[in-house]
């Protein structure tokens, strides 16, 4: 990897992949993650030759891949009865991958109980423990995303698990905007695990329960329920992430990958990521 390379999510320009890879190249970003779910980047319709002239444009651009984003919706990992359709595909997803040369996958498992004896927490182990020894087979890293729970509850679940193939994607927007944490902190505590990261703020408007929040993502259409009344997403420096101690902190756990600007809301988000590259640029 680049050491702290700036990474952009070619999916939040909202353009066709190719003009989205012209972009990142164009605001002088090092790499780019790509949403590789459903459509053209979904890995049953992508051939072995297909991939490869992928890879040769993104190069041509003077691009790498950070990471893929290989989040499935819906609840995660934690109902039973789903998981081996999306342990399936996330190791499809993990194969592409490698095929686009990077190793890390980043997803939502959904929301970890802090009481380990939820019957919805062994179900979340045994999902991640086979895609972390698939990672271990193949050498790519399912990277859970930080955000609906605490970073000490998440750390307390990876090092549950038997495989280095499970690691955490981190994003300090979601700590302060759904579970009040503070991101320096967690940083810390997820120190052997961070393998990627997001660069995005925001701010909690109101607490609630991140169990709420999830399931609405999952289910949307929760009566009287409001989203935007209990965080909003601002552009880097306008939120509540302080960036001077969360990238100091970065270094001091010696994290040498990408800063992945991801934008998913605002009117003119190239404006926004471009703007993130320079506000990024100013401490690397």
Known sequence: M????IGVMVDS?????????????????DGIQIYAVSGPMDPDNLSK?????????????????????????????????????KIEKSKKIMELAKDLETNIVTTHIGVIPENMGNPRYRIMQEACQELGNFGDSV???????????????????????NSKGVKVNYDPANLVMVTGDDPVLGVYNLRDYIVHTHAKDGIMLKQTSTETIYNYFAEGNIEDFRLE????EKPLGQGSVNFKNYIN???DIGYKGFLTIEREVGENPAKDISEAVDFLKGYL
């Open 249 to 251: 902190a970065l270094k």
């Open 139 to 161: 050498g790519a890293y399912f990277a859970i995303e930080t955000g609906p729970e605490k970073t000490n509850t998440l750390k307390k679940f990876l090092d549950s698990l």
């Open 49 to 85: 030759s297909e991939r490869k002239m992928l890879l040769d444009y993104i190069k041509s651009n003077g691009l790498v891949v950070s990471a893929l984003c290989g989040d499935l919706g819906g609840h995660g990992f934690t109902i039973k009865e789903d998981n081996p359709y």
């Open 13 to 29: 320009f909202k353009l066709e992949l190719r003009d989205g890879i012209k972009k990142a190249k164009e605001i002088g970003a």
């Open 229 to 232: 009344e209990y965080f909003l």
């Open 2 to 5: 680049i050491n702290n390379g």
